[in-house]
């Protein structure tokens, strides 16, 4: 049980504070999200704490009373430096706590509001470019992190929504080959996060072919460490070393985890503006294509998940389902050219820890006028991860001297375990076995 639902005495809905349960009936008449309860109660607690008093023993307060304690209370939130936004949610259900007690009419409180710009935001946002995007998938360090950074720019989903995906939502389609894979978000995902189906709202959504290849990477190297996975198990599981490798698997990545990765992967992209770029600037990244590429305004709303006016929505039913799919395939999140495969070793390149890949490129090239950029960045990179190039005489030399003693030569090659009994039964021995699980084998050519 969390401190709030302990606090005001909750089941589920029901409160055994009288004033609280008159309060979550409202809401539950109303919109009965687990969002706006959480958020709702968190308030009223952090009320009833800051003023000593139980709920129940703050509506015999009198308006006047009840009036003065809130403006004291809110103002102690901006005080402490939270948001406008986060001041003003909170006195707003504050405000309805009151008048779903009998606060109406004459009795109605009266508690000033912080003004608050058209476009406030305490936290700056960055909006990176599909570039850059691209750049940060690469640039994130492993199949998980990219197909998460990919699936939340062509998706547009939220931070809470992606992590509530379960594997049975995407499995069929990513086994049966299809390049642009439907979400679908639906009500159930609040047991994950309460915010993961905004409003109640279900609708779907689809990934691109760049986030699907990153997927069925992702889970080919999940499954071969974890095994199988259940249709019930999340698609991004946590990798938190605070649980077993076992609970792992049932446990969804968290939403700070998700965060800090995403920011993490604009920093080693190069983003000037790196600690701005947060899951939701993906999201807006999402929202730009669908704006800019003409889809009709409809389609936009519903694809990120915006409640449609009128009889809209059921025009959205599963038989439109591969009419929308076609339309979202000509979208085309990333350019048809990509970011230049240069680019892309040398984000690879800062996740291994070699930094100033640019300055040190430039100064082995004035050094050597004749060096491309591209072996300049292989010779750096074998320099700083200490692997000696196979160029070397040294090494050649001893080659052709072992060459010349052995006059029998192999065929080499590498293998996954799958393939490795009829290789074996071919002739095959194994030579070395690699940190990825697979295997070097070699045999005698006769």
Same mark, same amino acid.
């Given at each position: 049980?969390?401190?709030?639902?302990?606090?005001?005495?909750?089941?589920? =809905? @029901?409160?055994?504070?009288? !004033?609280?349960? $008159?309060? *979550?009936?409202?809401?539950?008449?109303?919109?009965?999200?687990?969002?706006?309860?959480?958020?709702?109660?968190?308030?009223?607690?952090?009320?009833?704490?800051?003023?000593? #008093?139980?709920?129940?023993?703050?509506?015999? &307060?009198?308006?006047?009373?009840?009036?003065? @304690?809130?403006?004291?209370?809110?103002? $102690? /939130?901006?005080?402490?430096?939270?948001?406008?936004?986060?001041?003003?949610?909170?006195?707003?259900?504050? !405000?309805?706590?009151?008048?779903?007690?009998? %606060?109406?009419?004459?009795?109605? &409180?009266?508690?000033?509001?912080?003004?608050?710009?058209?476009?406030?935001?305490?936290?700056?946002?960055?909006?990176?470019? $599909?570039?850059?995007?691209?750049?940060?998938?690469?640039?994130?360090?492993?199949?998980?992190?990219?197909?998460?950074? %990919?699936?939340?720019?062509?998706?547009?989903?939220?931070?809470?929504?992606?992590?509530?995906?379960?594997?049975?939502?995407?499995?069929?389609?990513?086994?049966?080959?299809?390049?642009?894979?439907?979400?679908?978000?639906?009500?159930?995902?609040?047991?994950?996060?309460?915010?993961?189906?905004?409003?109640?709202?279900?609708?779907?959504?689809?990934?691109?072919?760049?986030?699907?290849?990153?997927?069925?990477?992702?889970?080919?190297?999940?499954?071969?460490?974890?095994?199988?996975?259940?249709?019930? +198990?999340?698609?991004?599981?946590?990798?938190?070393?605070?649980?077993?490798?076992?609970?792992?698997? !049932?446990?969804?990545?968290?939403?700070?985890? *998700?965060?800090?990765?995403?920011?993490?992967?604009?920093?080693?992209?190069?983003?000037?503006? =790196?600690?701005?770029?947060?899951?939701?600037?993906?999201?807006?990244?999402?929202?730009?294509?669908?704006?800019?590429?003409?889809?009709?305004?409809?389609?936009?709303?519903?694809?990120?998940? @915006?409640? *449609?006016?009128?009889?809209?929505?059921?025009?959205?039913?599963?038989?439109?389902?591969?009419?929308?799919?076609?339309?979202?395939?000509?979208?085309? %999140?990333?350019?048809?050219?990509?970011?230049?495969?240069?680019?892309?070793?040398?984000?690879?390149?800062?996740? /291994?820890?070699?930094? +100033?890949?640019?300055?040190?490129?430039?100064? *082995?090239? +004035?050094?050597?006028?004749? &060096?491309?950029?591209?072996?300049?960045?292989?010779?750096?990179?074998?320099?700083? #991860?200490?692997?000696?190039?196979?160029?070397?005489?040294?090494?050649?030399?001893?080659?052709?001297?072992?060459?010349?003693?052995? @006059?029998?030569?192999?065929?080499?090659?590498?293998?996954?375990?799958?393939?490795?009994?009829?290789?074996?039964?071919?002739? =095959?021995?194994?030579?070395?076995?690699?940190?990825?699980?697979?295997?070097?084998?070699?045999?005698? /050519?006769?």
């Amino acid at each position: 049980m969390k401190v709030w639902e302990e606090f005001l005495k909750l089941n589920g =809905w @029901h409160s055994g504070y009288g !004033s609280v349960d $008159s309060a *979550l009936r409202h809401y539950a008449r109303k919109i009965r999200s687990e969002k706006t309860r959480e958020n709702f109660c968190v308030a009223v607690m952090l009320f009833c704490k800051y003023c000593a #008093l139980d709920p129940d023993a703050v509506v015999p &307060l009198t308006p006047e009373e009840a009036s003065k @304690h809130c403006q004291a209370f809110t103002d $102690s /939130l901006r005080d402490k430096g939270y948001s406008i936004r986060y001041v003003n949610v909170n006195q707003a259900y504050l !405000s309805t706590f009151f008048r779903e007690n009998g %606060f109406t009419a004459g009795r109605s &409180l009266k508690v000033e509001r912080y003004h608050q710009p058209a476009r406030y935001r305490k936290k700056p946002e960055y909006v990176p470019t $599909s570039d850059a995007i691209y750049k940060m998938g690469f640039a994130a360090g492993s199949p998980k992190n990219r197909a998460m950074v %990919f699936a939340l720019y062509t998706s547009g989903l939220r931070n809470s929504t992606l992590r509530a995906v379960r594997y049975g939502d995407v499995g069929k389609e990513l086994e049966l080959g299809q390049n642009f894979v439907k979400i679908s978000v639906y009500p159930e995902m609040k047991k994950v996060d309460p915010a993961a189906c905004k409003g109640n709202m279900p609708y779907y959504t689809f990934v691109g072919p760049e986030a699907v290849k990153a997927m069925r990477d992702y889970i080919e190297e999940r499954s071969h460490r974890q095994g199988s996975i259940l249709d019930e +198990e999340p698609l991004f599981c946590s990798d938190s070393n605070h649980v077993s490798n076992e609970k792992q698997r !049932s446990i969804p990545v968290s939403k700070k985890g *998700l965060e800090d990765m995403v920011t993490r992967a604009a920093r080693q992209a190069g983003i000037a503006h =790196w600690s701005d770029v947060t899951p939701n600037c993906l999201r807006k990244a999402f929202e730009s294509v669908l704006r800019n590429n003409g889809l009709d305004p409809k389609d936009q709303e519903f694809l990120m998940g @915006h409640i *449609l006016p009128g009889v809209q929505d059921p025009y959205y039913d599963s038989t439109k389902v591969e009419e929308l799919r076609t339309k979202y395939a000509k979208l085309g %999140f990333f350019k048809a050219a990509q970011v230049d495969k240069l680019e892309m070793i040398k984000a690879f390149a800062q996740t /291994l820890g070699i930094n +100033e890949i640019e300055i040190k490129i430039q100064k *082995l090239r +004035e050094k050597q006028n004749d &060096l491309g950029e591209m072996e300049a960045l292989g010779r750096i990179m074998r320099q700083e #991860l200490g692997i000696r190039s196979m160029e070397n005489k040294k090494i050649k030399k001893r080659k052709q001297e072992e060459d010349s003693n052995n @006059h029998s030569k192999y065929q080499s090659r590498i293998a996954n375990e799958k393939e490795l009994v009829p290789l074996i039964d071919d002739g =095959w021995e194994i030579v070395k076995e690699l940190k990825n699980g697979k295997l070097v084998v070699r045999r005698e /050519l006769t």
